[in-house]
């Protein structure tokens, strides 16, 4: 093979750098089974406890504590129900009516950020935004965030919400498990206390699917056997327990229980496969042509001489 | 004007610098007086709807001008600008590795034209981003100190990065030329083979990104076009829609610039044409049968019955299998012409891809859809408007579509 020393250097540099230059950037990061710091705290929502109507007094808390605007419809306007609400820049919290067991008996589902365990907005966010700290919350910092709005897509539960309006200072806006203010101090969020029903239940994660369980053992009649959030998209720190079917409160049912960064997590360690292999494969194919084409020439001289 | 000899209207010598690198050897008063043909009328009336709708953009946000929700982040910005540029920019890989790589040295004329439409895309998917990223001047972050290495919007982000300074140097030849510069023009044609596999390296791992960002949404996009296969979907569509790309511009890159394409006979680009109409037949063919492939392994086939199934259906066997064998007759039958329309046949099944995945079949399940907002798609044409008039800008300048006199003889 017609190779000189100073062409392979040539290529040889190639390839390493072309290999350095693109693995450079791109590591899959968590490759192992992450379990979950072990004291993170949850919240359990008991559906069936809450009244809504003249109430909602957890969205109005929230308000107050995040320094939002004050929901649009006071507790009494039942019209507030007519429509299935979602979270929005200016509430983080939601209450939604769903049909219950009887006409009478409506349950009502609150709705904020379920603070997974695997968070698909922090492995989805390219500039790290996202946190999911040791207490259990799942942290947004506004100061590095890009506002390319993949979290809003990842999410599977349609959590986070963008101010579309804000010219220069656009955020990603949703529930912080009020972390800064209560949380850190391993206090309740400001939804959990203000609730009259006592709806929720602040605790240790841990301890609370055990609760959970209890209640669905105690009253079996009451509750669908099911803790939604204990393995839902590998676990969340807020949980659910339900008189009803899940998907008739306005909850996927079908999102598996697989950790959403793993759902990219196999295609992000294939990169450095492809880094590695096609330079050196395509070199090759170029130096294969390249000496197809010279012993083609130097044919092509001998034909000269001979007939010359 | 009208010779065989191919000519480049920049390169006259008038002895003034700026008359002849940017007047094209014309006064200014001249040179503005050519500038007023009907195709600039259409571009300026364009841009005169368009660039108060880019003021707005940015004085009150992303929400004074798209349909944007907080259930639907993503619209046309990301769906045609983002998706669509960049896998129809994909010519410029293509065909340099098919030239520089794999040796098939007749397709060099189509080199150069193709790298500039392929670094342009990506200077305007760039441009587009701006638009749709709410901080735009924050791009840079993940590249210097803010690193979300689990993300595959991370590698998108470096890889597009990469590939557009890939492609910078890529132009350095015709750039080089055009100014005159001979010793920086003979260093820039060494760094050719490094920045051509370094390009098919960037390529293959960002477009097929950009199919693995849904690979998050598994809840959200429809089952029929949710595969564990979309980033290898995305890849080999970005091959076919580059090919089909690569016919049409230099087909209207002839017709426009008749005076810089003589010396490629409508014959030779013809011959051209269909040699790359086979490549297209057998991508296309190798794509629809990953797509039935991906259907089968996740045993979707029901689906099929669904007026979904018949929207995919309109995809996969109007926009995949029919440009395919459309090639293929072109090809068997020797029609250029056939070989056209399959191309632009093939650019149209793209688009529709990528907007079935991005923005009509995203969210499929919701109550609330998005239908984008005319400013929105005002944006996206000026944007394409500007896109073109900076590759026209340049094509006129620069030795794209023919060797500069100089270099004559050289292999590209």
């Not at chain 1, 207490?135 to 100061?143: I, K, N």
């Not at chain 1, 170029?286 to 001998?302: C, H, M, P, S, T």
Request: charge should be positive; proline fraction near 6%; glycine fraction near 8%.
């Amino acid at each position: 093979m017609n190779l000189n020393r100073r062409d392979f250097l040539k290529f040889a540099g190639a390839t390493t750098a072309t290999a350095a230059l693109t693995s450079l950037p791109i590591k899959a990061e968590a490759t192992e089974h992450f379990t979950g710091h072990p004291d993170r705290k949850g919240i359990l929502v008991d559906t069936s406890l809450c009244i809504g109507h003249n109430c909602r007094r957890c969205e109005f808390a929230c308000a107050k504590e995040n320094y939002l605007p004050t929901p649009d419809k006071p507790p009494e306007d039942a019209s507030v129900f007519d429509q299935r609400r979602r979270t929005h820049p200016d509430q983080f919290t939601v209450i939604n009516r769903f049909p219950g067991r009887s006409e009478d008996m409506p349950v009502y589902a609150k709705k904020q950020c379920m603070h997974c365990d695997e968070p698909a907005c922090a492995s989805a966010c390219l500039v790290g935004a996202f946190k999911k700290t040791p207490e259990g919350a799942v942290t947004y910092d506004a100061s590095v965030c890009i506002g390319c709005r993949y979290c809003m897509v990842a999410c599977p539960f349609d959590i986070p919400t963008y101010e579309y309006n804000s010219a220069l200072h656009p955020r990603v806006r949703k529930c912080t498990f009020c972390f800064e203010t209560k949380l850190k101090e391993g206090k309740a969020p400001a939804c959990v206390e203000a609730c009259p029903r006592e709806v929720m239940t602040f605790g240790k994660r841990e301890d609370l699917i055990k609760v959970a369980r209890q209640k669905i053992a105690r009253n079996p009649d009451k509750y669908v056997d099911h803790i939604y959030g204990e393995h839902e998209v590998g676990g969340t720190s807020w949980m659910y327990l339900s008189p009803v079917p899940f998907d008739s409160i306005g909850m996927r049912t079908d999102l598996g229980t697989t950790p959403y960064p793993e759902l990219t997590r196999n295609y992000l360690s294939a990169a450095p496969l492809v880094m590695a292999i096609w330079p050196s494969f395509f070199l090759t194919l170029y130096l294969f042509n390249k000496r197809k084409d010279q012993i083609a020439a130097e044919e092509n001289g001998k034909h000269k001489e001979e007939s010359a | 004007m009208a010779t065989f000899s191919p000519s480049l209207p920049g390169n006259v010598n008038t002895g003034s610098w700026l008359r002849d690198k940017l007047f094209l050897g014309m006064t200014p008063k001249a040179y503005l007086r050519s500038l007023i043909t009907p195709w600039h009328m259409v571009a300026a009336a364009i841009l005169a709807i368009g660039l108060p709708v880019f003021f707005q953009r940015f004085a009150y946000g992303i929400g004074a001008v798209s349909n944007l929700t907080d259930t639907n982040p993503w619209g046309i910005w990301i769906g045609i600008d983002v998706l669509c540029g960049v896998a129809l920019a994909a010519g410029g890989f293509i065909i340099a590795s098919i030239v520089h790589l794999f040796g098939m040295k007749e397709y060099a004329p189509l080199v150069r034209p193709a790298i500039l439409t392929g670094f342009l895309g990506y200077a305007f998917v760039v441009v587009g981003l701006m638009f749709d990223l709410g901080r735009p001047w924050r791009l840079p972050y993940p590249m210097t100190f803010a690193f979300g290495t689990s993300s595959v919007m991370f590698e998108v982000g470096w890889c597009v990065a990469l590939y557009l300074g890939c492609q910078f140097v890529e132009m350095f030849p015709p750039i080089f030329e055009w100014l005159g510069y001979k010793r920086l023009r003979a260093w820039a044609m060494t760094l050719v083979l490094g920045t051509t596999v370094l390009a098919v390296v960037l390529s293959t791992l960002h477009q097929s990104s950009l199919g693995a960002l849904f690979l998050i949404a598994p809840s959200k996009l429809h089952p029929l076009w949710y595969s564990m296969y979309l980033p290898v979907y995305f890849l080999i569509s970005a091959v076919a829609g580059g090919i089909g790309m690569i016919i049409f511009e230099s087909t209207l890159s002839h017709r426009t610039f008749k005076t810089q394409t003589g010396h490629l006979s409508h014959a030779q680009l013809d011959h051209l044409a269909l040699g790359l109409a086979k490549g297209g037949a057998i991508v296309l063919y190798l794509y629809f049968w990953l797509k039935v492939v991906g259907l089968a392994h996740e045993h979707q086939w029901s689906l099929l019955l669904s007026g979904w199934g018949l929207w995919w259906l309109v995809e996969v066997i109007g926009f995949i299998l029919a440009p395919a064998f459309l090639f293929l007759f072109a090809v068997r039958g020797l029609s250029p012409l056939l070989a056209r329309v399959a191309a632009v046949w093939t650019v149209l099944g793209l688009i529709l891809n990528r907007l079935n995945v991005s923005v009509v079949a995203l969210n499929w399940n919701q109550t609330e859809r998005y239908i984008p907002h005319w400013k929105e798609i005002t944006i996206t044409i000026t944007i394409i408007t500007i896109g073109v008039l900076v590759f026209q800008w340049m094509v006129n300048r620069m030795p794209i579509l023919l060797q500069h006199p100089d270099y004559a003889g050289e292999s590209h």
